[in-house]
Nanobody, 124 residues
């Protein structure tokens, strides 16, 4: 399953954006979904996840500023981003995921194919 992220753009520091993650031919309500980002020269990182039951978790860098949610009727998962900072600049992706045991403990890992992502640029 490949998900499509949209809603990125250019915003000033302190501003807000809402990203959307949609899928065709697949019900997102039956999947755990993660929002990831990749800044230039950096590895892709998980910023937020929402499980099938609705529980959420966030990276420390975005906790309190970002909120992940799902609208099952629209088959869409959102990432509301507030109080944006220049360091939030990245390409944002969404993907299905699951909890797996790794050498580092229980981790949320993506297992779908990656879409093109959506670029978020935060100017200072």
């Amino acid at each position: 399953v490949q998900l499509q992220a949209s809603g990125g753009g250019l915003v000033q520091a302190g501003g807000s954006l809402r990203l959307s993650c949609a899928a065709s031919g697949s019900m997102l309500s039956s999947s755990a979904i993660g929002w990831y980002r990749q800044a230039p020269g950096k590895e892709r990182e998980l910023v937020a996840r929402i499980m099938i039951g609705g529980s959420t978790n966030y990276a420390d860098s975005v906790r309190g500023r970002f909120a992940i949610s799902r609208d099952n009727a629209r088959n869409t998962v959102y990432l509301q981003m507030n109080s944006l900072k220049p360091e939030d600049t990245a390409v944002y992706f969404c993907n299905t995921g699951r909890m797996v045991w790794t050498s580092g403990g229980l981790r949320f890992q993506a297992f779908g194919s990656w879409g093109q992502g959506t670029l978020v640029t935060v100017s200072s």
